[in-house]
Structure formats: structure tokens, C-alpha cells
């Protein structure tokens, strides 16, 4: 089963320190998400693509905070220069866009991040 | 902006009984609406799905129907198992939004033997 993966699943690093999250999307999903959720709440919609382009960032979304996707295919969720209030499951989701299922997303299973 | 609201658990049942988490929605669109299950330690599962107004999802012995009228999607069940405590989120997905997901703050479900 090649679902969603996203590495690490656990991260633990110091305030102030930059972190990096990888997404592989689902093979043929031309579309990816990232989310945020914190501990009680649902996730937060952070920004997507399409393909390579990034074509949506949420205002949550501070200048600290930088996603990429070159060719199109996984993705990086880039944090600088961290605080204590990123901490958080970050969650990313992938679909494929056209026809019926395209509103359909599929979820990894998050890369918890804890900023001491 | 188009958003979700949900029943605030936690909700605690005993097995076989009935299950009801009211959700409702603002959105500006025609959303497709969505139930997510998320089971202790593990990431979020589509549940099920109603794309359009009167549509039933179903799935699990879950229900849930796309109400426009009152802008709802309740999630019912008619006999519950220790098995189905987890976090039920309810949301909806607008291609106006470009299909970003709005989630409702997730309603934890426990079910006693």
C-alpha cells in the first residue's frame, strides 16, 4: 500500500533551531496539502499545491514558514528559526484533481514536532 | 470564510447504544462534506463522504446526511462498539477553495464495554 508518508514521525528540537518535514504524496496525486493541528483541535489548512505550483497559503502561514515542491512530487515544510507555539502535528494530504474523487484527500500520518 | 462547527465531546457511550454528533457548516459554495476518523495513535481516515445536497454517506454502520436546508451532516450510528472510541472530525472541502479541507475541532468518542 503506497499511501501518504511523511518523515520524521517525531521531531524534538530547541527553540530557535530551524526544522524540515518531508511529504511523499500518493504517486499520481497532482495535488498536496499541509495542515497543522494542535493538541484538541482539528487541523488548520497551512497552503497546497498543484503540481510544482504553490497555488494557496493560509495566513497562518508566518514568513518563518516556507513549502516547496520541486518537480511536483514530495514536498518540504521548511520552519525557521522555531518557537515554542509551533508545536504541533503538521499533516500533510494529497488528491488528485479532476472528476468526482478530486475533493477526496488522503492523509499521512503527520510528523509531530515539539519546540523545548 | 466557510467553516464547521461540532458537538464538543467528550461523548461517552455504552456499547450498543446509539450514536449522534451533530455538525453543521457555513460555506459560501456547493461543499462536499466529509467525516474523518481518527483512531488512538494513528492519522486521520476518511470515514465517509456526501458531495451534494440529500446524498447519504455511509460506511462502518456510520450514517450521514447532506442537509442543505439546515446545513448539516450529523454522523449516526445505531450501535456503537468499544472499537468505534476514537476523534470524529467533521469537515467540508469547497472547489471554490480549491479544495482545501475545513475541519470542525473533532468530537472524542468513548465507548465502554
Known amino acids: ?116 | 470564510g466557510d467553516s464547521v462547527t461540532q458537538m464538543e465531546g467528550p461523548v461517552t457511550l455504552s456499547e450498543e447504544a446509539f450514536l449522534t454528533i451533530n455538525c453543521t457548516y457555513t460555506a459560501t459554495g456547493y461543499p462536499s462534506l466529509f467525516w474523518y476518523v481518527q483512531y488512538p495513535g494513528e492519522g486521520l481516515q476518511l470515514l465517509l463522504k456526501a458531495t451534494k445536497a440529500d446524498d447519504k454517506g455511509s460506511n462502518k454502520g456510520f450514517e450521514a446526511t447532506y442537509r442543505k436546508e439546515t446545513t448539516s451532516f450529523h454522523l449516526e450510528k445505531g450501535s456503537v462498539q468499544v472499537s468505534d472510541s476514537a476523534v470524529y472530525f467533521c469537515a467540508l472541502s469547497d472547489r471554490g477553495g480549491g479544495f482545501k479541507t475545513i475541519f470542525g475541532a473533532g468530537t472524542r468518542l468513548f465507548v465502554k464495554a
Open chain 1, 1 to 116: 500500500d503506497t499511501g501518504v508518508s511523511q518523515d520524521p514521525r517525531h521531531k524534538i528540537t530547541k527553540r530557535g533551531q530551524n526544522v524540515t518535514f518531508r511529504c511523499d504524496p500518493i504517486s499520481e496525486h497532482n495535488r498536496l496539502y499541509w495542515y497543522r493541528q494542535t493538541l484538541g483541535q482539528g487541523p488548520e489548512f497551512l497552503t497546497y499545491f498543484q503540481n510544482e505550483a504553490q497555488l494557496e497559503k493560509s495566513r497562518l502561514l508566518s514568513d518563518r514558514f516556507s513549502a516547496e515542491r520541486p518537480k511536483g512530487s514530495f514536498s518540504t515544510l521548511e520552519i525557521q528559526r522555531t518557537e515554542q507555539g509551533d508545536s504541533a502535528m503538521y499533516l500533510c494530504a494529497s488528491s488528485l484533481s479532476g472528476g468526482a474523487a478530486s475533493d477526496e484527500q488522503f492523509f499521512g500520518p503527520g510528523t509531530r514536532l515539539t519546540v523545548l
